[in-house]
DNA sequence: TTTTCCATGTAACTCGTTACATGATTTC
DNA sequence: GAAATCATGTAACGAGTTACATGGAAAA
C-alpha cells in the first residue's frame, strides 16, 4: 500500500495527471522511491475505480489530453489510515544484495578487497547523488536525509569489513 | 539470483536436502534473509534441473525421503560467478516503507510522535532480536553483523527525528 | 488423542517490471 | 528530417507468497 499512500499523498497536495506525479516522483524522490511509468498508470486506475480518488479529462492547447486526478472525501479517510498504519509499523528491511558476504572468506582477501571497493565506490556515488539533490521544503525531505543516513552508515561498515581484510 | 547464491553457497559447504537448508537459513540468518520453504524447494527444483546442483534421494529410518543436493562442477563456475558480481554491485536500498515521513506534517506533531515511538520500539526490539543470534563462525557473522549496524543506524536517525518534534 | 515435526510439493494469486503501441508536438 | 517530449495505456512475463494437500512419526 505504500505506493498508494504515495500517489494520494501527492494528490491531497495539488491535484495532478499521472504523467506529472510520475515526473514529481522520478525527479525528486528518485533516492528513495522508484516507481515506473506504468505501475503509476495502473495504481491511479485502480484508486479511481475504489473511489478514492476522482479522475477527469482535461486539454491543455494541442497537447493530448491528460487526466486529472483529485482526491475524494473516501480517499482523504483512506489516505489518513495509510498515513498511519505506515508511520507506526516498521518492517524489517532484508538486504538480499548482501548475501555475498556470508561467503566472503569463500575467496581470497585480495580479490575480495578489490570487489568491496567497487561497491564502496558506487555507495559512496549513491550519497553523492543524494546528497546534490536540491533541498525540499517540510517533511518530504525527511525522507532524503534518512537516505543520507543510511548510505552514510552503509559506507562506515563496509570502510570497517575492508579494514579488517587489510 | 541472491536467493540462488545463498542456497548454493550453503550446499557448497556440504550436502543438504531441502527442509534441512530452509530451516538453517530460518534459524541462523532470519534477520537478514527470509525464505520461504515454496520458494527454497522451487528453486532447488531449478537449480537441479539448470544442472548447477545434483540430486538424490535417501531415507533416514521411517523419516519420509529426502532429496539431497550437492553442487556440481558446472554449479560450483556458477556459484563463483554469482559471488563476486554480488559482492562486487551496490543496489541501492529503497526504503517503500518510510513514504509516510514524506507527510509527517499532515499530522499534529503529538500523534507523530506517538506513531513514530511505535516504530522506534519495533526497531529497537528487532536489534535486540539481532544481537541476541548465537554468534557464527567465519564470514556467516558479517550479515548479522551488517544488520545489526544498519539497524543501530536506523534508531539513531529516528531518534533525531523524535527529538526534533518535540 | 490431538498437536507438532518431518518432508515435499502444486495451484492460484499479487505485485511490479518490461516491452511494446499510439500519436501529436516541439526541439535539435 | 530525426529525435525527444507529452500523455496514456496494454499484454506478457517474472519473482515470490499464500494457501492448500499429503502422510507418517514423534511428542504433548
Given at each position: 500500500m505504500e505506493r498508494e499512500l504515495l500517489l494520494l499523498g501527492l494528490l491531497r497536495q495539488e491535484e495532478r495527471h499521472g504523467y506529472?506525479?510520475?515526473e514529481f516522483i522520478e525527479q525528486t524522490m528518485q533516492a528513495c522511491v522508484d516507481l515506473?511509468?506504468?505501475?503509476?498508470?495502473?495504481?491511479?486506475d485502480k484508486l479511481a475505480s475504489q473511489g478514492y480518488i476522482s479522475e477527469s479529462e482535461e486539454q491543455a492547447g494541442n497537447r493530448p489530453p491528460r487526466k486529472v486526478y483529485r482526491l475524494t472525501t473516501s480517499g482523504e479517510t483512506f489516505y489518513q489510515d495509510l498515513l498511519r498504519e505506515n508511520l507506526r509499523t516498521y518492517t524489517p528491511a532484508r538486504f538480499v544484495d548482501l548475501i555475498g558476504l556470508s561467503f566472503l572468506d569463500d575467496i581470497s582477501a585480495n580479490e575480495a578487497l578489490a570487489l568491496l571497493s567497487e561497491r564502496r565506490e558506487a555507495i559512496h556515488q549513491a550519497l553523492l547523488v543524494t546528497q546534490a539533490a536540491p533541498r525540499h521544503t517540510g517533511s518530504h525531505q525527511l525522507m532524503i536525509d534518512h537516505q543520507t543516513a543510511h548510505l552514510q552508515a552503509e559506507l562506515n561498515w563496509l570502510d570497517g569489513v575492508i579494514l579488517h581484510l587489510k
Amino acid at each position: 500500500m505504500e505506493r498508494e499512500l504515495l500517489l494520494l499523498g501527492l494528490l491531497r497536495q495539488e491535484e495532478r495527471h499521472g504523467y506529472e506525479l510520475h515526473e514529481f516522483i522520478e525527479q525528486t524522490m528518485q533516492a528513495c522511491v522508484d516507481l515506473k511509468k506504468s505501475t503509476a498508470y495502473y495504481l491511479l486506475d485502480k484508486l479511481a475505480s475504489q473511489g478514492y480518488i476522482s479522475e477527469s479529462e482535461e486539454q491543455a492547447g494541442n497537447r493530448p489530453p491528460r487526466k486529472v486526478y483529485r482526491l475524494t472525501t473516501s480517499g482523504e479517510t483512506f489516505y489518513q489510515d495509510l498515513l498511519r498504519e505506515n508511520l507506526r509499523t516498521y518492517t524489517p528491511a532484508r538486504f538480499v544484495d548482501l548475501i555475498g558476504l556470508s561467503f566472503l572468506d569463500d575467496i581470497s582477501a585480495n580479490e575480495a578487497l578489490a570487489l568491496l571497493s567497487e561497491r564502496r565506490e558506487a555507495i559512496h556515488q549513491a550519497l553523492l547523488v543524494t546528497q546534490a539533490a536540491p533541498r525540499h521544503t517540510g517533511s518530504h525531505q525527511l525522507m532524503i536525509d534518512h537516505q543520507t543516513a543510511h548510505l552514510q552508515a552503509e559506507l562506515n561498515w563496509l570502510d570497517g569489513v575492508i579494514l579488517h581484510l587489510k
